[in-house]
């Protein structure tokens, strides 16, 4: 019987750059539920590099570590990126107890995927959708702010001092949003077609601005993600994000 390598205890840390948790890591492999890779790492049955990793919060890179379990070295799936036009009424959750319609049921994809972010079920328009764990993180994460572009229809005719109003940012309950910018594309009595581009990303913030004005948002469509714009997608219709497109957004998501 070979003999098993010397267990290495790691401490409980923040995961570097490039590093996920381990039971993740063979959750996505598809080796078992998150819960039970937990509990093949506390058997000592995993090894990382060669050395058996049992305790917990353990972390590794899935690009670069040699991860094994049983001394069968996992395989990672191939990392897929979407750009799917969401339609109204669809939600973009991985899990749903209501069963309403999912993003997720939407994109035909070999692998398992999750929204980057997402869109309330009015909202339409341009969400992407990814394995790439990682990727998700950064586009999800404050600090990168990747501007958003939408349509906004408004019911009623909104005038320059409300537009200069978003533009200069408006007091929620998280305090004032940032700057926006915001152009007029079509002006009736009875509504108002808008183009807004936001950089930060609260909860509803679209429809909260104008609300917070006093107005009713009718119809919002998410058009663009960065430089990733909508353009040919029916409702419900995705293609695949070019290699181009994928590098813009972990270049602009780098530290």
């Known amino acids: 019987m070979p003999r098993r390598p010397r267990p290495v205890k790691q401490k409980p840390s923040t995961a570097p750059e490039g590093m ?11 080796i078992d539920s998150r819960r039970k890779c937990e509990e093949l790492i506390q058997e000592g ?3 990382v590099n060669g ?18 379990v049983d001394g069968h070295r996992i395989k990672q799936p191939k990392k897929l990126y979407y750009l799917l036009n969401k339609p109204k009424g669809v939600i973009c959750t991985s899990f749903d107890p209501q069963h ?23 909202t339409t328009g341009a ?6 764990s990682e990727l998700i993180n950064r586009l999800t994460h404050p600090r990168y702010e990747l501007p958003k572009t939408y349509q906004v229809t408004i019911r009623g005719r909104m005038e320059g001092e409300d537009i200069e109003k978003i533009k200069k940012g408006v ?22 077609l808008l183009e807004v581009s936001i950089r930060q990303g609260l ?10 004005l006093g107005y009713k948002v009718k119809a919002l469509k998410r058009t663009q993600i960065g430089n990733i714009v909508l353009k040919g997608l029916a409702p ?20």
């Open 51 to 68: 050395q058996v990793v049992d305790t917990l919060p353990a972390f590794a890179n899935p690009d670069t570590d040699d991860i094994r």
């Open 20 to 30: 996920q948790r381990l039971q993740k890591i063979l959750a996505n492999s598809g």
């Open 171 to 192: 007091w929620l309950s998280e305090g004032k949003t940032e700057r926006a910018a915001i152009k007029v594309l079509r002006k009736s009595n009875e509504d108002t």
């Open 45 to 47: 049955v995993v090894t």
């Open 203 to 212: 909860n509803r913030q679209v429809r909260r601005t104008f609300a917070h």
């Open 236 to 255: 419900g219709a995705y293609t695949r994000l070019t290699p181009a497109q994928v590098a813009y957004l972990k270049r602009t998501t780098e530290k």
């Open 127 to 132: 969400i992407i959708l990814t394995n790439d």
């Open 100 to 122: 309403r319609p999912k993003a997720v049921d939407l994109v035909d994809s070999p692998e398992r995927v999750m929204c980057v972010g997402r869109l309330d079920s009015d």
